[in-house]
Nanobody, 121 residues
Framework: QVEVAQSGGGSVQPGGSLRLSCAAS????????YAWYRQTPGNKRELVAS???????TYADSVRGRFTISRDNADDTLYLQMSSLTPEDTAVYYC???????????????WGQGTQVTVSS
């Protein structure tokens, strides 16, 4: 049973920094965390940042220049370094991992448990 475990997050004052981590385990298939999403009450989950196997990155306009996504290729741990945080960054952040299956549908996305990030003075 694949598990996508997140760590990090918490509460910080505006202008502060936090780092989120995400690692997958428990599967016989290849599982690679590749993206961070966030969600606030009553809103859809939105993509914050993603990274390809060639380390190409994509960011939401609202976080570009402040957040950095990275992955440790030794163990596929995914990170999100968040700086210059504002109250608008307050949300539950989710890690998404791609599991490569041996049978159809061959690919499925697996979510982490979510972690609360609160930016408040």
């Amino acid at each position: 049973q694949v598990e996508v475990a997140q760590s990090g997050g918490g509460s910080v004052q505006p202008g502060g920094s936090l780092r989120l981590s995400c690692a997958a385990s428990g599967s016989q298939n290849i599982v690679k965390p590749y993206a961070w999403y966030r969600q606030t009450p009553g809103n859809k989950r939105e993509l914050v940042a993603s990274i390809t196997s060639q380390s190409g990155t994509t960011y939401a306009d609202s976080v570009r220049g402040r957040f950095t996504i990275s992955r440790d290729n030794a163990d596929d741990t995914l990170y999100l370094q968040m700086s210059s945080l504002t109250p608008e960054d307050t949300a539950v952040y989710y890690c998404s991992a791609r599991q490569y299956l041996k049978t159809w549908p061959f690919i499925e996305d697996v979510w982490g448990q979510g972690t609360q990030v609160t930016v408040s003075s």
